[in-house]
């Protein structure tokens, strides 16, 4: 356990560093596109480091001064498939941000879906040695959480605390300095496949560049689509990615579940493009253009020319309806939704006070997909863009950088996990995770 625990620790510290001298990158690894967002954090985010076992924040001291985006390649399912490829991906969007940004970054924050995440609620309690719930007294709680056997070759990724109780007060948000004889908390672990992971810190490692915090895509783009009320009263992010469909539910602004579905934008572009017999890259063209799910009286009549190039002239000059384009799109973004579906009944979502639920990602932009969703996931459906953050150049504001933008308002304000607490190296719960944490500190 000691392992992990230490290097996360490690990149808190140098997240710290890099924010003292006053710029980090946000990299986004995704299955269609990889993303880079160069911030500058002003004088007073330096000194003002939000302690606490704090929710999220919004937006706060730091302005974007270099994006770039490039395609993605080498990653499936939003996990790296070829090494050098994603590698030189990376480095391009790197240094096209710091172009623009017209300064040097060595630290990064990343994010990446995929690497089948699952979710824990453990809960502990400890005895209060002192009437008064003191910062020691919240690492023992934390550390007397009963942490389950992951299985060998897992991760843990996020361990934050998401709710305290002292005596029978339940709901604290930050319990220190209250008076009290039991504390007690829940919180929210998320393991992923260790393997995946090893994956990205060495392709970060092969960039130069040093990786100063992780988080799960799912996590990043609820906190920037999500509003306060919706984080607050229980909501849930799809977020629709080219390889990937991320599922995470919030309450009381944390996130208590996450999960993801292996499909995203890119199986429609291959079902189009095997149901057309065209090249990919003109499928993607179709489906951005002309693509929906939602099939009116017009459709019939509106043809689309597929194009080409295969020399096959008789080929190159076909057209399709865009019913019959719809007829091959919806099943599989129905197919998508559905999942989702199960994922947030699993999550046990019709428990919460609200259910809201708020599709973003890029994949989300598909015409009619609102009213698609509405009927297979609830009436609650709305299309959500990322908050809009200091700094952003408008190329880079759609659904399709939730995650990067949430990777922003992480980088600026993470939530306390349970590595930002000295635990008692007493208590580290040895039996169960030891095993699997070994790469990490090869790693670093």
Not at 33 to 43: P, Y
Not at 60 to 68: E, K
């Amino acid at each position: 356990m000691t392992d992990l625990y230490q290097s996360q620790r490690a990149m808190r510290n140098m997240r710290r560093a890099a924010m003292q001298r006053g710029v980090i990158a946000i990299l986004d690894v995704g299955s269609s596109k990889i993303a880079c967002l160069i911030l500058r954090f002003d004088g007073a985010a330096k000194l003002r480091e939000v302690d606490g076992v704090g929710p999220m924040a919004g937006q706060s001291s730091f302005r974007v001064i270099g994006a770039a985006t490039t395609r993605s390649r080498g990653v499936n399912f939003g996990e790296i498939t070829v090494m050098n490829e994603t590698e030189r991906a990376i480095r391009t969007a790197v240094q096209a941000a710091q172009k623009m940004a017209n300064v040097r970054v060595d630290h990064v924050i990343a994010c990446f879906s995929g690497a089948e995440p699952r979710s824990y609620g453990l809960a502990g309690e400890w005895d209060l040695q002192d009437s008064v719930v003191t910062e020691q007294d919240v690492a023992r709680v934390l550390s007397a959480c009963d942490v389950p056997d992951i299985g060998s070759g897992r991760e843990v990724l996020h361990a934050q605390p998401v709710n305290f109780a002292l005596d029978h007060r339940s709901g604290l948000g930050d319990p220190r300095g209250q008076i009290g004889n039991r504390l007690a908390c829940d919180m929210h672990m998320l393991s992923v496949d260790a393997s995946v992971v090893q994956n990205l810190l060495y392709c970060i490692k092969r960039c130069d560049l040093e990786l100063a915090g992780i988080a799960s895509s799912a996590y990043v783009s609820g906190i920037s689509s999500l509003v306060e009320d919706e984080q607050e009263l229980g909501a849930a992010c799809i977020d629709m990615g080219g390889g990937t469909t991320g599922v995470s539910v919030f309450m009381k602004k944390h996130m208590i579940f996450a999960d993801s579905v292996r499909m995203g934008g890119d199986h429609v572009t291959s079902d189009i493009s095997k149901g057309l017999s065209v090249p990919l890259a003109v499928a993607e063209r179709i489906k951005t253009k002309h693509g929906g799910v939602q099939a009116t009286g017009m459709d019939d009549r509106d043809m689309i020319e597929t194009g080409g190039d295969s020399g096959d002239w008789e080929k190159d000059r076909r057209q399709v309806s865009r019913t019959e384009l719809i007829g091959i799109m919806r099943p599989r973004v129905e197919e998508i939704l559905e999942e989702a579906r199960a994922r947030l009944d699993a999550a046990g979502f019709e428990h919460l006070p609200s259910q809201q639920i708020v599709l973003t990602g890029g994949a989300s932009q598909i015409p009619g997909l609102d009213g698609l969703a509405a009927r297979i996931l609830g009436q609650r459906v709305r299309l959500g863009r990322p908050l809009r953050v200091q700094g952003l150049p408008q190329a880079v504001t759609g659904p399709a950088f939730s995650s990067a933008v949430g990777l922003c308002l992480f980088a600026a304000h993470p939530q306390d996990e349970w590595w930002d607490f000295d635990i008692p190296a007493e208590r580290y719960p040895a039996r169960s995770l030891k095993r699997a944490l070994k790469w990490f500190k090869d790693n670093w």
